[in-house]
C-alpha cells in the first residue's frame, strides 16, 4: 500500500507555470501507475493525466493535452506534473492516486492510495 503526498499547488497567474509533485512511501512504487485528477469547486472529480508503472506511457485529457506533462522518477518514488500556459479552468484540487497495474486506468474508481490533495488558482 502507498501513501501519497501532493506539494506544488499555488496562485498564478493565467499563462503562467507550475509543477506538481506526488511523493510516495511505502513499498514498491514501480509497480503503480500513477493518475493525477482535479476537482473545482461544484464539479465532479476528473481524470487529468496518468503515467504507467515504468514511465513509458502517459495518458492525458484533452483539455490539457499540449500544455500539461506527467512524468516519473521512480529512484525518487515521485510523479511529477508539469503544468505550463494555465487557464483559469484549471482552477481546482489536484489529487494523485495509485492503480496497482503496469498500465494506467480509465476508471477513477481503481485509483487508490488517494493524497490529501494541493490546491491550484489560476487568475489574475
Known amino acids: 500500500q502507498l501513501q501519497l503526498v501532493e506539494s506544488g499547488g499555488g496562485l498564478v497567474l493565467p499563462g503562467g507555470s507550475l509543477r506538481l509533485s506526488c511523493a510516495a512511501s511505502?513499498?514498491?512504487?514501480?509497480?503503480?501507475?500513477i493518475g493525477w485528477f482535479r476537482q473545482a469547486p461544484g464539479k465532479e472529480r476528473e481524470g487529468v493525466s496518468c503515467?504507467?508503472?515504468?514511465?513509458?506511457?502517459?495518458v492525458y485529457a484533452d483539455s490539457v493535452k499540449g500544455r500539461f506533462t506527467i512524468s516519473r522518477d521512480n529512484a525518487k518514488s515521485t510523479v511529477y506534473l508539469q503544468m505550463n500556459n494555465l487557464k483559469p479552468e484549471d482552477t481546482a484540487v489536484y489529487y494523485c492516486?495509485?492503480?496497482?497495474?503496469?498500465?494506467?486506468?480509465?476508471?477513477?474508481?481503481?485509483?487508490?492510495?488517494w493524497g490529501q490533495g494541493t490546491q491550484v488558482t489560476v487568475s489574475s
Open positions: 492516486a495509485a492503480y496497482p497495474f503496469f498500465r494506467c486506468s480509465s476508471s477513477t474508481t481503481d485509483f487508490g492510495s
Open positions: 503515467i504507467s508503472s515504468s514511465g513509458s506511457r502517459t
Open positions: 511505502g513499498s514498491s512504487f514501480d509497480s503503480y501507475s
